[in-house]
T-cell receptor, first 115, second 115 residues
């Protein structure tokens, strides 16, 4: 069974600094998708960034980028120029390319941003 | 375009009762997934519906059930409520299970408290 592990329950970053959230996963599949979701205190989960496993290039969305290491099964999220609005729970998620459409989530990392 | 809506937003029930939660997906989305979120277990997949058919089911007891209507709206039902059913129940919609990325858009959730 596929699993997703986020080893940092809480992280803190100074405003305007850079922070990296870690995620590892376990799967026997060769093709799959990986996602980072953000859940602010208002509870609405939103997609931050996604990565297809068959793409070598790391995904980037404005201040958010990932470091995808397929062989190591690692998928970290880097937030540059952190802003107060980045404070939230961040969830790493996995979905196989074929078959089941549901997401498998890690336990999440609570990110605090200090002014 | 309106987002995913869930009703009610908050519910308080007592043990032994049953509850029905509703989810209206984004217009044009035909796939609906349900997740349970608790502090201890994190986000766990309940079930996925597409075209009124359950495609996939998570590891939950039979007290948890769901259905999808012809307009893609979905309901989930929990019978004989237990204290451990207290959770945030999230609904997510997507175009279809096989769509590219199958990006899931989440609703704000229904907070269920069982006393």
């Amino acid at each position: 069974a596929q699993t997703v592990t986020q080893s940092q329950p809480e992280m803190s970053v100074q405003e305007a600094e850079t922070v990296t959230l870690s995620c590892t996963y376990d799967t026997s599949e060769s093709d799959y998708y990986l996602f980072w979701y953000k859940q602010p205190p208002s509870r609405q989960m939103i997609l931050v960034i996604r990565q297809e496993a068959y793409k070598q290039q790391n995904a980037t969305e404005n201040r958010f980028s990932v470091n995808f290491q397929k062989a190591a099964k690692s998928f970290s999220l880097k937030i540059s120029d952190s802003q107060l609005g980045d404070a939230a729970m961040y969830f790493c998620a996995y979905r196989p390319l074929l078959g089941q459409g549901n997401l498998i989530f890690g336990k999440g990392t609570k990110l605090s941003v200090k002014p | 375009k309106a987002g995913v809506t869930q009703t009610p937003r908050y519910l308080i029930k007592t043990r032994g009762q049953q509850v029905t939660l509703s989810c209206s997906p984004i217009s044009g989305h035909r796939s609906v997934s349900w997740y349970q979120q608790t502090p201890g277990q994190g986000l766990q997949f309940l079930f996925e519906y597409f075209s009124e058919t359950q495609r996939n089911k998570g590891n939950f007891p039979g007290r948890f059930s769901g259905r999808q209507f012809s307009n893609s709206r979905s309901e989930m039902n929990v019978s004989t409520l237990e204290l451990g059913d207290s959770a945030l129940y999230l609904c997510a919609s997507s175009l279809a299970p096989g769509a590219s990325y199958n990006e899931q858009f989440f609703g704000p959730g229904t907070r269920l408290t069982v006393l």
